[in-house]
């Protein structure tokens, strides 16, 4: 059994930066890609951003140049460094990953952006 752990959320000023991380916990599996999807109050979840096994990584363009997806494979980890943040990027962000070709997501963390 896979279970995501995300941490790192909260609430920072408009052109702030914040950190999350999402570890996935348990054995014997390999990762395919990771993930961090976004869910704005009334608004359907979207994607933020992905990375692959390797360097490939793909952005909303809401985000580019602001947003770094990265992962540590030794721990299991992906984190997203969010850099200039702006009110719009309010939201809760959740993590998924692959593994096969099972998905599993975290519970989510709350990012509020505001002054």
């Known amino acids: 059994q896979v279970h995501l752990v995300e941490s790192g959320g909260g609430l920072v000023q408009p052109g702030g930066s914040l950190r999350l991380s999402c570890a996935a916990s348990?054995?014997?599996?390999?990762?395919?890609?990771m993930a961090w999807y976004r869910q704005a109050p009334d608004k359907q979840r979207e994607l933020v951003a992905v990375?692959?096994?390797?360097?490939?990584?793909n952005y909303a363009d809401s985000v580019k140049g602001r947003f770094t997806i990265s992962r540590d494979n030794n721990k299991n980890t992906v984190y997203l460094q969010m850099n200039s943040l702006k009110p719009e990027d309010t939201a809760v962000y959740y993590c998924?990953?692959?593994?096969?070709?099972?998905?599993?997501w975290g519970q989510g963390t709350q990012v509020t952006v505001s002054s």
């Open positions: 348990g054995s014997g599996f390999s990762i395919n890609s």
């Open positions: 990375i692959g096994r390797g360097v490939s990584t």
């Open positions: 998924r990953v692959v593994i096969g070709i099972d998905a599993y």
